[in-house]
C-alpha cells in the first residue's frame, strides 16, 4: 500500500515527502525569488538620448575642458626648471673618471664639478631635486624589503627586525638599522652649488636641507627609539646597512632634530617612487627678502661628491633646478589632457550636429503618416 500510494503521488506531479523536506535527491528550484529585486522590477530611470540633450553636453564639455586645458598648460609652462645629467657616461663629461672607478667597495668618495649657466634668472623659491632612471623602486620584494615597525621607533624591531627585511637584516650577527632593500640602496651623492659672479669669484648658493620631507612622515611614520637623545648609545649592538658609509646616528650629528631615522633625506628616499625614471627633492633654496632673483642669470658649478654608482643597471643621475606654481611642479600633461578631451568632444559634438541637420529631419518627416 505504501508503495502505492509513492507512485500515485508521483504520477499525480507532487513530489515525495522525502524530497518536499530536502532528504536525499533534493530536486534544487532554479528560479530566482519573486521579489522587486530579483526580478528586476525596481523603478529606474532610463534615459533617452537624443540629439537636443547629447548636443549640448558635447558642447559644454568641451568649451569647459579647452581653457581649463590651456590655464594648465600655460601655468606648467611658465614654471622654470633646468636638467643637469652627471651620470658621467660621455668621456666628454667632467664626472667621467668617477663613473668609471667609483663603486660600492670604494672606500675614498671622488669629486667632480659640473659647469652650467643659466640663460633666465629664477625669481621664487627653487627647488634642487636629484633624479634617477632605470632605477626599479616599485619592484614588489623591494617595496616589502623594510620594517615599519622599527623605523617608528620601536625597540623590540631595532634589536630583532622583520624578517621582510633578508637578506639585509643582520651583518655581522648584528641586527642591520635601519633594516631592508630600500634603506640599504640610500641615495647619498653630495651636491653643492655655486655661483660665479663677472670677476670670477665663487659664491655658495645656501641650500636648505629640512622641510623637504613630508610632515606625517617626519612626525608619525619615522621616530628614533627613545627619542633623540644619545642616539649613540640607543643603536649600540646594531649594525649599518651594508652600502653606507656610516651609521644611521651619524647622518647629521650636528642637528639632534635631523639624524638617525628622522633624517630628511632618509625619510625621502624612503618613500619608494612608483615609475623606474624619478625625482626626489634634496634641498631649497629659499628667495631673499631683499627682492632679487633667487638665482641670477651667469655662470654656476655644481660640485658633486660622486657615491652612487649607477652603471650597474645603467641607470642615470641628474640634478633638477625648478620653481613651482599653485599646481605643483612642471608637468604639462594634465593640460594636454584636458585640451584634448575638449577638443575631442567639441569636434563630435560638431560631426553630430551635421548628422542630425542633414539626416534629422529626414527620418522626422517619414515618422509623419501622410
Known amino acids: 500500500m505504501m508503495a502505492s500510494n509513492y507512485n500515485a503521488k508521483e504520477e499525480d506531479g507532487h513530489q515525495p515527502a522525502a524530497i518536499a523536506h530536502g532528504g536525499a535527491g533534493t530536486v ?13 522590477r525596481l523603478p529606474a530611470w532610463q534615459p533617452i538620448l537624443t540629439a537636443g540633450t547629447v548636443l549640448p553636453a558635447f558642447f559644454v564639455i568641451g568649451l569647459i575642458f579647452i581653457p581649463i586645458g590651456i590655464g594648465l598648460f600655460v601655468t606648467s609652462n611658465n614654471i622654470k626648471e633646468l636638467e643637469i645629467d652627471y651620470t658621467g657616461v660621455d668621456m666628454s663629461s667632467p664626472c667621467y673618471n668617477c663613473s668609471q672607478s667609483y663603486s660600492w667597495n670604494s672606500t675614498k ?10 640663460d633666465q ?6 627647488f634642487m631635486y636629484y633624479g634617477l632612471s632605470n632605477f626599479y623602486q616599485n619592484h614588489r ?9 622599527q623605523l617608528n621607533g620601536d625597540k623590540a624591531s631595532l634589536k630583532s627586525p622583520s624578517k621582510e627585511c633578508e637578506p639585509y637584516r643582520t651583518s655581522d650577527e648584528k641586527p642591520i638599522a635601519p633594516c631592508g632593500a630600500i634603506a640599504n640602496s640610500l641615495f647619498n651623492d653630495t651636491l653643492e652649488l655655486y655661483y660665479i659672479d663677472p670677476n670670477g669669484s665663487r659664491t655658495a648658493i645656501p641650500l636648505v636641507k629640512k622641510g623637504i620631507a613630508w610632515w606625517t612622515d617626519k612626525h608619525v611614520k619615522f621616530r628614533n627609539p627613545g627619542g633623540n637623545d644619545n642616539l649613540t648609545v640607543v643603536f649600540q649592538g646594531t649594525s649599518k646597512p651594508v652600502n653606507w658609509r656610516k651609521s644611521v646616528y651619524e647622518l647629521d650629528p650636528s642637528d639632534p632634530d635631523n639624524n638617525g631615522f628622522i633624517n ?20 631649497i633654496i629659499h628667495k631673499k627678502p631683499n627682492m632679487t632673483p633667487t638665482l641670477p642669470l651667469g655662470q654656476y658649478i655644481l660640485e658633486v661628491t660622486y657615491n652612487y654608482p649607477v652603471r650597474s643597471f645603467e641607470g642615470r643621475k641628474r640634478m633638477i633646478l625648478s620653481t613651482i606654481s599653485w599646481m605643483g611642479g612642471k608637468n604639462p600633461f594634465l593640460g594636454i589632457a584636458y585640451i584634448t578631451v575638449g577638443s575631442v568632444c567639441f569636434f563630435l559634438g560638431i560631426v553630430l550636429l551635421i548628422i542630425h541637420h542633414k539626416y534629422g529631419n529626414r527620418n522626422h518627416s517619414a515618422d509623419i503618416p501622410s
Not at 121 to 126: A, G, I, K, Y
Open 28 to 40: 534544487k528550484n532554479k528560479k530566482p525569488d519573486n521579489t522587486a529585486f530579483k526580478q528586476q
Open 121 to 126: 634668472p629664477f625669481e621664487s623659491n627653487v
Open 264 to 283: 630628511e633625506d632618509f625619510i625621502v628616499w624612503m618613500r619608494t617612487a612608483a615609475l623606474p625614471t624619478f625625482r626626489k627633492l634634496y634641498r
Open 109 to 118: 668618495p671622488c669629486t667632480c664639478s659640473v659647469p652650467f649657466s643659466l
Open 141 to 149: 620584494r623591494y617595496v616589502k624589503s623594510r620594517d615599519d615597525s
